[in-house]
């Protein structure tokens, strides 16, 4: 593997550098709904993408190199080979081309964390590296690429709110979602997904999608309510700290619902606007120092109109 390095404080970036943010996905329900034979499990979610998260940086170099930097930086320096570098060496060769990058992954999303972050960190490298070496996504097999990255790459990769189906990675158009507030939250402890989906027990759920746009955060918030997590009371088995967050979103003001995100540990509250997000991120953060607490707001389709990927 290309040498990874962890950027100094002192090492600017090239006037060059182009740069590509991989949001944090987020699942605003998310049901079992039935295991295939090679035991993995069958899904029905909602996927929405949130304005925050990592950030690729990328400038041009004779080979592929990869700095990390960022509060979460860590624990992807002990990784032997991460979804950045497989994403670059696997658009390379499907593209043809023998070109090289220095790629800088700021890593502010925690490790594990139920966000999506490796994923959507692979699918912001597979866009970045398309306008940096000047690839024609329409040329190349980019969701073939992203699919054996991961199944949630695919939909990282267009970063549009999207139904998943099968095992992530069937992808369908979702109603638009209206302006909203985010608060995320996480203990700091990581959670492997493979653990959370061998502790679930019970029944699988039914799909449950709609067509229904919704007028605002409320009415999203209402239709959400009918639908749940399937995979929380597994997270809270193994990470007690979820149960514990989830109650703290609930009665932060303004909260007009609470619920873990993917495998976890990760959690959310929906607001009405990002200002409410906000004050209640401080109310949290008072009485519970120790989490990572970010408040944020769902990403619009219209504010990324430069996405190449369509």
């Known amino acids: 593997m290309p040498p990874v390095h962890r950027r100094s404080p002192a090492e600017g970036t090239a006037a060059t550098a ?8 987020i699942n605003l329900y998310l049901h079992v709904i039935g295991r295939r034979a090679d035991g993995y499990h069958l899904l029905d979610s909602l996927v929405a993408f949130a304005a925050d998260g990592d950030v690729l940086t990328a400038t041009p170099a004779d080979d592929l190199r990869l700095r990390l930097d960022g509060p979460f930086a ?32 700021t890593k502010n999303l925690p490790v594990a964390s ?65 302006a909203a507030g985010l608060l995320l939250v996480n203990p700091r402890v990581p959670l492997a997904t493979p653990a959370v989906f061998a502790a ?34 597994a997270a809270i088995d193994l990470v007690p700290a979820v149960g514990e967050i989830l109650d703290a979103l609930a009665s ?10 993917g495998s976890g540990a990760t959690c959310f ?32 389709a219209d504010e990324r109109p430069d996405n190449p990927i369509e």
């Open 18 to 25: 182009l740069v590509e943010p991989a949001a944090a996905k």
């Open 74 to 105: 860590g624990p992807l320096e002990k990784e032997a080979d991460n979804l950045v570098m497989r994403a670059a060496r696997s658009l390379a060769a499907a593209a043809g081309i023998d070109k090289g990058a220095m790629l800088t992954l």
């Open 114 to 178: 139920g966000l999506g972050g490796g994923s959507a960190d692979a699918a912001a490298t597979l866009r970045l590296l398309c306008r940096l070496w000047s690839i024609d996504p329409r040329h190349v097999p980019l969701f073939e690429i992203a699919r054996s990255l991961g199944a949630d790459v695919p939909v990282c990769l267009k970063q549009r709110a999207a139904f998943l189906g099968g095992i992530g990675e069937r992808l369908d158009p979702a109603p638009v979602l209206p």
């Open 200 to 233: 679930r027990a019970g029944a699988f759920s039914a799909p449950a999608r709609f067509a229904e746009v919704p007028r605002d955060a409320a009415e999203l918030a209402r239709l959400l309510r009918a639908r749940r997590n399937d995979l929380t009371q």
């Open 252 to 261: 932060s003001p303004g909260c007009l619902l609470a619920r873990m995100s």
């Open 269 to 300: 509250g929906i607001y009405g606007d990002r200002m409410l997000a906000r004050a209640a991120g401080l109310w949290l953060a008072e009485r519970r120092p120790a989490w990572w607490i970010l408040p944020t707001s769902f990403t619009v």
